[in-house]
C-alpha cells in the first residue's frame, strides 16, 4: 500500500512544543503531536469502496493488514507523524474555551489526483483536548457517521466523508442519556477523509488568546491551499476570505434544508472553514415536517438547534468566525457589510431551491409560505411528500392529486384540513399550468432535488442493533442503498416508508444524547 503523502497543516502552522500526551492548556500552537492509542484487536466492518477508489487504494489494498491496522491506529504509516487540532468554539451560544481534538488523530495529508485529503481518525484514543474524556468512540455513534457521511455525499450536500468503519476489540463506558446508567460499549473508529478539518473553532482560540501572529499564519494557510483564487492583499484579503466562507455555509444550509437533514450541534467548533457538514454527532432526518424539531436531547429545552432555526445560526456562528478574523482586518464596518448580505442571499437561495423541490419555473413566495404552513396541519413526512409529488399532472383534479400524496400522512381524519390540502392542490395545478415542463420533465427535474431515500433514525438504529450482535449486512446494504438515494431501486422499496410506531420515541430513532 503506497500513499503520496504530501502533509500541509502540520508542515506549515506551529506545533506544540510539548510532546507528552497530558490534557492541558495548549498556548501558541495549531496542533500537538501524539499517537493513537493500540486497539487490542481490530476488526474491519465496513469500507467505503467508491471513495476508497478515489483515494487510490486497490481492492487488495483494501483487505490487506497494513490498511487494517494504520487506519484502526494499530499501527502509523511510515514517516507521519500524527497530531490533534487546537480549537476553541461556542457551544449551545456560550464560550467554552479551548475544545480541540478530543477524540479525533489526523493521521497524515495524501495528494491523490491532485486532490488534497487528510486522513482523521475519530474514536483513536485521548489527546491533550480530551479534557476529562478518554478519546474513544463506541460503535453505534460510529455506525451512524460512517453511513449519515456517505449518505450526505451521495445526496449531493457538502460534507466530510468516511472511508472505514472498524472495532477495536475494546470495551468503552458510557452513559448513553446521562442519566446515572452507564454502561459498556463496543468500541469502535471511523476513518474521516476531508480536504481539511479546520473548523471556526480554530480561529476562535487564537483570537481569544490574542496570538495574532498565529491567527494570521492560519488565515493564509486555508487561504493558500482552500481558496486559492483570493488574489486580494492586506485587510481586503481576509474580508473576501469571510464571504467566500459564508457562501460556502449558506449552500450547505441549503443543502440541509433541501433534504431534511438536522445537524443537531451547530457548535462553532463544529462548523467547518469550507462550509463542509462535519461531526455527526445526534443529527436526525425530519419524519413529520416540523421546523421546532431538534433531534437532540441536550438541545430539547432551548430548542437552539431546532431544524427551522439551523439558517439563522449559521449567521450567529459566522458573526463569531468574523469576530476571530476583526484583527486582522480592523475595520468593523467592513465585516459587517458581509454579514449584512447573509439574510437575502440565504433566502434568495432557499425560495429557488424550494421551486424546484415543487418543480415550478416562476417565483411564487407566497405559495412557499403556503406550502410550509399546510404541511405542519398535521404529521406529514417531508421526504415522501416531496417525492411523491412529483407523480402529479397537470390533468389531475385536485383530489385526485391529494390522494397521491396521502402516504406521507402518519393521521389524517380531519376533514377541515383535508379540506385545506384540496385548496391547496387546486393552487398548484393552476400554478403547474404554467410551467413549461411536460409531466415527465418536471417528475425526472424533481428527482434530481427529492430524494427517495435517506438514513432515517430508524433505520441507523437498526443497523446498529444487527452490529452489536455481530451482523454487519444492514450496515452494507445501507451503503448501497444510501449511493443511489434518487434511484426507484424497487429492490429497496420497503425502506421509502415512514418511521414505524415502535421507533417514535425509542432511544436512538427519535431523539439522540451527544454521548459517543
Known amino acids: 500500500m503506497k500513499l503520496h503523502i504530501h502533509n500541509t497543516f502540520s ?46 487504494f486497490s481492492e487488495n489494498d483494501m483487505l490487506s493488514e ?15 507523524h500524527p497530531y490533534a487540532m487546537c480549537y476553541g468554539g461556542h457551544q449551545f451560544g456560550q464560550w467554552a474555551g479551548q475544545l480541540g481534538d478530543g477524540r479525533a488523530i489526523n493521521l497524515f495529508e495524501t495528494n491523490h489526483n491532485n486532490q488534497q485529503w487528510v486522513f482523521q481518525l475519530k474514536g483513536a484514543g485521548e489527546t491533550p483536548y480530551s479534557r476529562s474524556a478518554d478519546g474513544l468512540a463506541v460503535l453505534r455513534s460510529s455506525v451512524r457517521e460512517h453511513l449519515c ?41 471511523v476513518c474521516r477523509v476531508a480536504p481539511s478539518f479546520i473548523r471556526f473553532g480554530n480561529f476562535e482560540i487564537l483570537a481569544a488568546r490574542e496570538n495574532h501572529k498565529t491567527l494570521e499564519q492560519l488565515a493564509n494557510y486555508t487561504i493558500s491551499n482552500f481558496y486559492p483564487e483570493i488574489s486580494s492583499k492586506g485587510p481586503q484579503k481576509y474580508l473576501d476570505f469571510l464571504s467566500k466562507v459564508k457562501e460556502k455555509t449558506i449552500d450547505m444550509i441549503v443543502h440541509w434544508q433541501r433534504v431534511g437533514f438536522v445537524h443537531g450541534v451547530m457548535n462553532t467548533d463544529n462548523m467547518s472553514i469550507l462550509g463542509l457538514t462535519i461531526d455527526y454527532g445526534p443529527y436526525g432526518w425530519l419524519e413529520g415536517f416540523d421546523y421546532n424539531w431538534t433531534p437532540n436531547t441536550t438541545d430539547a429545552q432551548n430548542k437552539r438547534y431546532r431544524f427551522g432555526n439551523q439558517p439563522y445560526i449559521g449567521l450567529w456562528n459566522l458573526y463569531k468566525l468574523a469576530n476571530a478574523l476583526y484583527p486582522l482586518v480592523n475595520k468593523a464596518d467592513s465585516l459587517q457589510e458581509i454579514l449584512d448580505s447573509y439574510e437575502l442571499e440565504y433566502l434568495h437561495k432557499y425560495e429557488s431551491m424550494m421551486h424546484r423541490k415543487l418543480g415550478l419555473q416562476t417565483t411564487n413566495k407566497a405559495f412557499i409560505a403556503d406550502t410550509e404552513k399546510i404541511l405542519q396541519l398535521t404529521e406529514t413526512d417531508y421526504t415522501i411528500f416531496f417525492r411523491n409529488l412529483a407523480n402529479i399532472e397537470e390533468n389531475d383534479t385536485p383530489k385526485s392529486a391529494f390522494n397521491k400524496i396521502t402516504d406521507a400522512f402518519y393521521h389524517l381524519k380531519n376533514d377541515e384540513i383535508i379540506k385545506k390540502w384540496i385548496q391547496w392542490f387546486e393552487k398548484y395545478l393552476l400554478l403547474l399550468k404554467h410551467n413549461s415542463f411536460s409531466d415527465i420533465e418536471r417528475k425526472e427535474q424533481m428527482n434530481t432535488i427529492n430524494p427517495k431515500y435517506v438514513l432515517r433514525n430508524y433505520m441507523a438504529q437498526l443497523a446498529i442493533d444487527k452490529a452489536n450482535n455481530k451482523d454487519f449486512s444492514l450496515i452494507n446494504d445501507f451503503y448501497e442503498l444510501l449511493k443511489k438515494p434518487y434511484d426507484e431501486q424497487p429492490n429497496y422499496n420497503k425502506w421509502f416508508v415512514k418511521r414505524p410506531e415502535w421507533a417514535r420515541n425509542k432511544i436512538g430513532c427519535s431523539m439522540l444524547s451527544c454521548s459517543s
Open 66 to 80: 497494513d490498511f487494517l491496522n494504520i487506519f484502526s491506529g494499530k499501527t502509523t504509516y511510515p514517516n507521519t
Open 149 to 189: 457521511s456517505e449518505a450526505m455525499h451521495y445526496l449531493g450536500v457538502p460534507t466530510t466523508r468516511s472511508l472505514s468503519l472498524c472495532l477495536n476489540g475494546d470495551e468503552v463506558l458510557r452513559d448513553i442519556m446521562y442519566n446515572g446508567n452507564a454502561a459498556h460499549e463496543k468500541g469502535a473508529i
Open 11 to 56: 508542515k506549515q502552522l506551529p506545533a506544540d512544543k510539548i510532546h507528552d500526551n497530558y490534557r492541558r492548556q495548549v498556548l501558541d500552537a495549531c496542533f500537538s503531536y501524539v499517537t493513537p492509542k493500540q486497539p487490542s484487536n481490530p476488526q474491519r466492518i465496513h469500507i467505503a469502496n467508491d471513495l476508497a477508489n478515489k483515494l487510490g
